[in-house]
């Protein structure tokens, strides 16, 4: 069965940086997409970055240039570097296995959550 379990969160002030890991089980990680979502309270969750198994990666423009989603393939592990952070970035991060493709196409849409770990940026 599918697992995904994300970790690394935390309290970081302004202009700090963080790294979240989700470690992937349960399902051939070598040939799936992956991505990154963060739910702040009362919002709706949003992507944040997708990877796909080759390496390729997007991004919103909220956050382009400062995350940075990549992947081992020999750890079953997708990793979110997170820089420059900001307040508004405080939210729910959830790593989900992207489904209905292998390549980032807009079909592309989450087939299984992690638990979600939490992320607060304030001084």
């Known amino acids: 069965q599918v697992r995904l379990v994300e970790s690394g969160g935390g309290l970081v002030q302004p202009g700090g940086s963080l790294r979240l890991s989700c470690a992937a089980s349960?399902?051939?990680?070598?040939?799936?997409?992956m991505g990154w979502y963060r739910q702040a309270p009362g919002k709706q969750r949003e992507v944040v970055a997708r990877?796909?198994?080759?390496?390729?990666?997007d991004y919103p423009d909220s956050v382009k240039g400062r995350f940075v989603i990549s992947r081992d393939t020999a750890r079953n592990t997708v990793y979110l570097q997170m820089n420059t952070l900001k307040p508004e970035d405080t939210a729910v991060y959830f790593c989900?296995?992207?489904?209905?493709?292998?390549?980032?196409?807009?079909?592309?849409?989450?087939?299984?959550w992690g638990q979600g770990t939490q992320v607060v940026v304030s001084s």
């Open positions: 989900a296995r992207l489904i209905g493709g292998i390549n980032l196409s807009p079909s592309l849409s989450p087939g299984n």
């Open positions: 349960g399902f051939t990680f070598s040939t799936a997409p």
């Open positions: 990877i796909s198994f080759r390496g390729a990666a």
